[in-house]
């Protein structure tokens, strides 16, 4: 009966244990190289240096998700893509008021009137 309760002890704890990463991906068709990528997820900078994202390349990164400050009624978050010329930056924001939890993957892809389209995928 010890051994039960031990068993069902540790399979509660590591059940609960939240593994969940949220994964973003930058996918860029536009005919031009970004430097860099700041996000703010719900208020929180968030810094990704990267050599070059080029044409036709995609980026990717992941956020462990206890590392977000998350509330119970919104997510959103913002992208600044950053090129070397800055009066050319592109711009997007993902909002969701669903729910306080993030999807588990963003696909960010530049457009041609220097906004960012943010997609949720499953």
Not at 63 to 74: E, G, P
Not at 101 to 114: A, C, G, V
Request: charged share 20%; aromatic share 12%.
């Amino acid at each position: 009966m010890k051994g039960l309760i031990i068993s069902i002890s540790l399979f509660l704890l590591f059940g609960c244990i939240n593994n969940h990463k949220v994964e973003f991906s930058i996918e860029n068709r536009q005919p031009i190289n970004f430097d860099s990528a700041v996000f703010w997820l719900q208020g929180h900078q968030l810094k990704i240096k990267t050599n070059a994202i080029r044409q036709n390349e995609t980026v990717g990164f992941e956020v462990a998700i206890d590392s977000l400050r998350l509330n119970k009624h919104d997510f959103s978050f913002d992208v600044t893509l950053f090129t070397k010329d800055t009066t050319k930056n592109y711009f997007g924001n993902y909002y969701n008021d669903l729910s306080g939890m993030p999807n588990k993957k963003f696909l960010i892809s530049p457009q041609n009137d220097r906004k960012v389209l943010i997609r949720t995928v499953n």
